[in-house]
């Protein structure tokens, strides 16, 4: 299948805050590095042939390791920042109003939305027949094939949900962190001080504290290796978290509002509807098959 994933985030470049849904697709080809962090309401699924990738997911500096799924939420930042090259990889991208209704087990849809990144422990044979010939049936597009996509799809994130102890993986992750050089490593401690504390007032001055660098360099060091300057990626990780709230929970959403991070409700409203195309309300509508049940946005 000819391979269009970059070209379209090239295209989005200019507008990252509004990239809409990538939809049910496999994507193949070579990759190659990000020269900017985007978020999509999609679940993006990895799985590399050849070589080895670098992922700025969330917090987390993670290598993915050929021949092994991983699992993405679209909905927060991420990047592809190092390959070792030639990598040559297959991806999957679904919605996520989908992937809500196919009600996997909690604990490892609550691991994937926090954590932005789940992998499988070990290789699974087949894997690469598999979306290989999800490409071929949703090529053809007919209803019948695109169905079988889906279940075969719902079915294979059981079997990565159930590949073994859910609390036992959460502290041993298949990709692991990588520090990187000095540079990757700040940035890499940047988002992590910001995922610890975008719930709070937080400040570039404290962000570049966190990492004993002077506040215009960290700007320019974080800006450079993920594209977006630090108070784009504190107001994308609360927006991420949350739509993590209002698909995890019954939260009425002005708690939301506050609770991810957001100082007025005006500045909620005004970032999410720019980052999802949407009101938080009908954002939960769309991921609940019971549709919303709070008042408010």
Same mark, same amino acid.
């Given at each position: 299948?000819?391979?269009?994933?970059?070209?379209?985030?090239?295209?989005?470049?200019?507008?990252?805050n509004t990239i809409p849904p990538l939809g049910l697709r496999?994507?193949?080809?070579?990759?190659?590095?990000?020269?900017?962090?985007?978020?999509?309401?999609?679940?993006?699924?990895?799985?590399?042939?050849?070589?080895?990738?670098?992922?700025?997911?969330?917090?987390?500096?993670?290598?993915?390791?050929?021949?092994?799924?991983?699992?993405?939420?679209?909905?927060?930042?991420?990047?592809?920042?190092?390959?070792?090259?030639?990598?040559?990889?297959?991806?999957?991208?679904?919605?996520?109003?989908?992937?809500?209704?196919?009600?996997?087990?909690?604990?490892?849809?609550?691991?994937?939305?926090?954590?932005?990144?789940?992998?499988?422990?070990?290789?699974?044979?087949?894997?690469?027949?598999?979306?290989?010939?999800?490409?071929?049936?949703?090529?053809?597009?007919?209803?019948?094939?695109?169905?079988?996509?889906?279940?075969? $799809?719902?079915?294979?994130?059981?079997?990565?949900?159930?590949?073994?102890?859910?609390?036992?993986?959460?502290?041993?992750?298949?990709?692991?962190?990588?520090?990187?050089?000095?540079?990757?490593?700040?940035?890499?401690?940047?988002?992590?001080?910001?995922?610890?504390?975008?719930?709070?007032?937080?400040?570039?001055?404290?962000?570049?504290?966190?990492?004993?660098?002077?506040?215009?360099?960290?700007?320019?060091?974080?800006?450079?290796? @993920?594209?977006? @300057?630090?108070?784009?990626?504190? @107001?994308?990780?609360?927006?991420?978290?949350?739509?993590?709230?209002?698909?995890?929970?019954?939260?009425?959403? $002005?708690?939301?509002?506050?609770?991810?991070?957001?100082?007025?409700?005006?500045?909620?409203?005004?970032?999410?509807?720019?980052?999802?195309?949407?009101?938080?309300?009908?954002?939960?509508?769309?991921?609940?098959?019971?549709?919303?049940?709070?008042?408010?946005?």
């Amino acid at each position: 299948m000819k391979f269009r994933y970059h070209q379209v985030m090239a295209k989005a470049r200019k507008n990252l805050n509004t990239i809409p849904p990538l939809g049910l697709r496999v994507w193949s080809g070579r990759a190659g590095g990000m020269p900017v962090a985007h978020r999509h309401g999609d679940l993006e699924l990895n799985f590399i042939l050849s070589g080895r990738m670098t992922y700025l997911v969330g917090s987390s500096m993670v290598a993915l390791p050929p021949g092994r799924l991983c699992a993405i939420w679209g909905a927060a930042p991420h990047q592809m920042v190092r390959t070792d090259e030639p990598v040559r990889a297959l991806w999957v991208t679904v919605p996520l109003d989908e992937v809500m209704a196919w009600r996997l087990p909690e604990a490892w849809m609550g691991m994937l939305l926090k954590r932005g990144i789940v992998a499988d422990a070990k290789p699974m044979a087949g894997d690469e027949e598999l979306l290989q010939r999800w490409a071929g049936d949703l090529k053809r597009g007919d209803a019948a094939r695109r169905r079988i996509v889906q279940l075969e $799809l719902e079915a294979r994130l059981r079997r990565m949900a159930l590949a073994g102890d859910v609390r036992r993986r959460s502290k041993s992750r298949a990709a692991t962190d990588d520090a990187g050089s000095p540079s990757s490593r700040a940035v890499r401690l940047m988002a992590g001080y910001i995922a610890a504390h975008f719930r709070q007032d937080v400040s570039v001055e404290q962000i570049a504290g966190h990492v004993g660098l002077h506040p215009n360099y960290a700007m320019s060091l974080f800006r450079k290796q @993920t594209g977006l @300057t630090l108070n784009q990626y504190l @107001t994308r990780s609360r927006v991420a978290e949350a739509q993590r709230l209002l698909m995890s929970s019954r939260r009425p959403v $002005l708690d939301i509002a506050y609770n991810s991070g957001f100082g007025s409700v005006s500045r909620f409203f005004e970032a999410f509807g720019r980052h999802v195309g949407c009101s938080p309300r009908r954002f939960r509508g769309r991921m609940s098959p019971s549709g919303p049940s709070e008042s408010g946005g």
